[in-house]
C-alpha cells in the first residue's frame, strides 16, 4: 500500500509540474525554432491587422508578419483553429509571429522563443478579424473582407460610414 501512495505522490507532484509548466510565462520555449517542415499555416493575417514582413509581401495568404510583442503570435494563433504553434523571432532585422500546424522541424535556435497554442497570458481573449465595430446586422469579415471579393472587398457592405478601410483591419495594432 505505501508503495502505491507514493505512486500516487509522484503522479501529483508530476501533475503540478505540468500545471505550473503551463502557466504564462512558463509554457513559453525559449531558445526554440519550429521551421516550416511543410507544416505551415499559411492563411489571410490581414484581417488581424498584418501588414508588414508578410510571405512575399502578401498577407492575405501567409504564415508570418512583422508584430511589436511577442503578445502578437498568443492572440493569433488563439485566434486561428488550425494553429496549433506560433514562434517569435527575427527575420531581416525585424521581429516577426509564424504560425505552424504542428511542430515538426523544431530545433534549437538562438534567440528564438516558441509556443504552443495554449500557451499565451491569462485573461487573453481570441480576437475577431477586422473592426468588430462594424460587425452587425449579419456582416462579418468573411461577408465583407474576404479575397475573392478584390482588394476593396464586398461592394454590398459599404455606404456612408462602413467602407473596406474602416472595417476590414482591426482598431488595434498587432
Known amino acids: 500500500m505505501a508503495r502505491l501512495t507514493g505512486t500516487r505522490c509522484l503522479l501529483g507532484v508530476a501533475a503540478s509540474m505540468a500545471a505550473v509548466r ?7 520555449e525559449p531558445n526554440t525554432v519550429i521551421r516550416n517542415a511543410g507544416r505551415a499555416l499559411f492563411t489571410n493575417l490581414q484581417g488581424f491587422g498584418a501588414t508588414v514582413g508578410c510571405f512575399q509581401d502578401d498577407c492575405q495568404n501567409t504564415d508570418k508578419f512583422v508584430a511589436s510583442s511577442i503578445e502578437s503570435c498568443t492572440k493569433v494563433c488563439q485566434s486561428l483553429p488550425e494553429c496549433e504553434f506560433w514562434v517569435w523571432g527575427q527575420e531581416e532585422g525585424e521581429q516577426k509571429c509564424w504560425f505552424r500546424l504542428g511542430d515538426d522541424g523544431r530545433e534549437a535556435g538562438e534567440g528564438w522563443i516558441s509556443g504552443s497554442r495554449a500557451c499565451f497570458p491569462p485573461g487573453q481573449q481570441a480576437i475577431v478579424m477586422g473592426n468588430n465595430e462594424c460587425w452587425i446586422d449579419g456582416f462579418n469579415y468573411d461577408t465583407c ?5 478584390g482588394p476593396s472587398g464586398n ?5 456612408g460610414v ?10 488595434d495594432e498587432l
Open 145 to 149: 473582407c474576404d479575397p475573392k471579393f
Open 22 to 28: 503551463a502557466d504564462w510565462p512558463g509554457c513559453q
Open 155 to 159: 461592394a454590398q457592405c459599404w455606404d
Open 162 to 171: 462602413f467602407n473596406y478601410d474602416r472595417c476590414c483591419f482591426p482598431k
